[in-house]
């Protein structure tokens, strides 16, 4: 019996690309035939050849295959050896320096964009030090490949997973914490969950670190509850890694994207980790949203209080304020202040923090914010501040509605997207608010993502 030929893979077409800018992603675009054609870790100037992966109506999807001429931001020290296959961090072949422009630049677009720019309104954007092994928290995927474990993140648009191995923007102990990890899922052979067939154990690895304690708390989300093999594996990773200070068991058995489920076990060790950031003591739960690069965060929440100028005679209200960060610092200087969550074990945690800190000029209140906000102004006096930190989709347009209504003499913005904060801005400009100065803060060096502190002043009619 003859033998069926087999095919051989099908060759994908390539294209040469004249790279003109990056988009808001950090991805390289080009024209090709009329249409925007995208590749991740080509930069402007660049001609390249990239392999086309997809093609629609509008855009071209690519993977780079070679770079013909290089620009003169790129870097010949890329501490990454993955970028290509792993895609997290798109400006990692990047001159840090041409990183930070970029970023300034996509908040000047923004304003621009909605006519809030003048000359000289944004400053240079705050570069991060380190600007590597900076992630002080991570959120991985488990998954299999024959018999080999691995811990990564999804390809682009599917669920297979790219082992991101020795992560240079990841704290050291986070890359340690996964190499045990990985070598005892395999040794003590402990199922990982598939996606195409709803069954296996493992889900994710959630790891938070305190760089100023070298401690770590590490989270297993898994399928279902297990009392078994995860509190062996916890056990073995305490002692191959004696950093580690808390295993927890989330346990998420739905079918989608979510990460975290609603029921969390304490495996071993501690209920939560403790960090220093700034000034501030914090008690951080393992379903508790912190930003992941903690130095740029207390430069951040120092700023918010150095503008804010608060007194003891002076009243705060700090809206969407998570687990206390930007309102605890305020606290410090302020008579009372009052937090503003719609989560409300974020409240509970931001409570815990007030009490670790010792500052009993604090309240914190669970709800929505447009309502919360109208109701706590009205029990305040001397209201000078509003300090706001929504999350990537901006203010609900209600909050903007009621703060105006309010009119504090003061409000600062911190922000993680320029466009929204951009939209958000010119309503506040149309009731009569100046912006005084925005700064760009580099949060997630070797990305193209920014935050923006904002600080408006009310100036009534006169203010543009």
């Known amino acids: 019996m003859k033998k069926k030929p087999t095919k051989k893979p099908q060759l994908r077409p390539t294209l040469k690309l004249n790279i003109d800018t990056l988009d808001s992603e950090g991805i390289g675009q080009a024209r ?50 993955k970028e290509l296959e792993c895609l997290g961090c798109p400006l990692i072949g990047m001159k840090y320096q041409n990183q930070l422009d970029y970023k300034q630049q996509r908040v000047e677009k923004a304003l621009a964009d909605q006519s809030l720019l003048r000359e ?12 590597i092994a900076y992630r002080a928290s991570a959120k991985l995927v488990f998954g299999r490949k024959r018999e080999k474990v691995l811990i990564g ?49 493992l889900r994710y690895l959630l790891v938070r670190v305190s760089p100023e304690n070298d401690k770590a708390m590490v989270t297993f989300v898994s399928n279902f509850r297990d009392l078994q ?20 068991q989330n346990v998420n058995s739905s079918t989608g994207n979510v990460i975290l489920g609603q029921e969390t076990i ?11 950031v700034g000034d501030i003591k914090l008690r951080i739960g393992p379903e508790a949203f912190f930003q992941v690069n903690t130095l740029q965060a207390a430069r951040i929440y120092a700023l918010v209080r150095q503008w804010a100028k608060l007194t003891k005679r002076d009243s705060t209200i700090d809206v969407y304020c998570g687990i206390g960060g930007i309102g605890l610092h305020l606290a410090k200087d ?28 604090c309240r914190f209140v669970a709800g929505d914010a447009a309502e919360q906000l109208s109701r706590q102004a009205a029990q305040l006096k001397n209201l000078r501040l509003v300090t706001l930190n929504p999350p990537r989709k901006g203010c609900a347009e209600e909050l903007l509605q009621a703060l105006c209504a309010i009119a504090p003499p003061q409000i600062i913005y911190v922000s993680c997207d320029p466009a929204s904060l951009a ?12 912006i005084e100065q925005v700064q760009p803060v580099d949060m997630f060096p070797q990305t193209a993502h920014v935050e923006t502190v904002v600080e408006l002043k009310f100036k009534g009619e006169d203010a543009e």
Request: overall charge positive.
């Open 120 to 131: 000289q309104l944004v400053l240079p954007t705050l570069a991060s030090e380190p600007a």
């Open 266 to 276: 304490k495996l071993h060790g501690l209920p939560d980790l403790i960090d220093q």
């Open 229 to 248: 093999q995860l509190p062996k594996l916890g056990k073995w990773l305490m002692r191959k890694v004696p950093e580690v200070i808390a295993v927890h």
């Open 153 to 201: 993140l999804y390809k682009r648009g599917s669920h297979e997973v790219i082992d991101t191995g020795d992560c240079p923007v990841h704290h050291p102990l986070i890359n340690k914490i996964i190499k045990v990890v990985k070598e005892e899922v395999e040794h003590q052979s402990i199922s990982v969950y598939s996606s195409r067939h709803k069954n296996g154990l």
């Open 423 to 434: 939209r958000d801005l010119r309503i506040l400009v149309n009731a009569g608010y100046l």
């Open 32 to 81: 090709h035939e009329n249409k925007i054609a995208l590749v991740q870790g080509a930069f402007p100037g660049e001609t390249v050849i990239a392999e086309v992966e997809h093609e629609g109506r509008t855009h071209v999807y690519t993977k780079l295959r070679r770079v013909l001429r290089n620009a003169p931001q790129r870097t010949a020290n890329n501490p990454c050896k």
């Open 334 to 361: 302020a008579g009372d202040l009052i937090g503003i969550e719609y989560v409300e074990q974020a409240v509970r945690n931001a409570a815990d923090n007030a009490k670790l800190n010792r500052l009993e000029n």
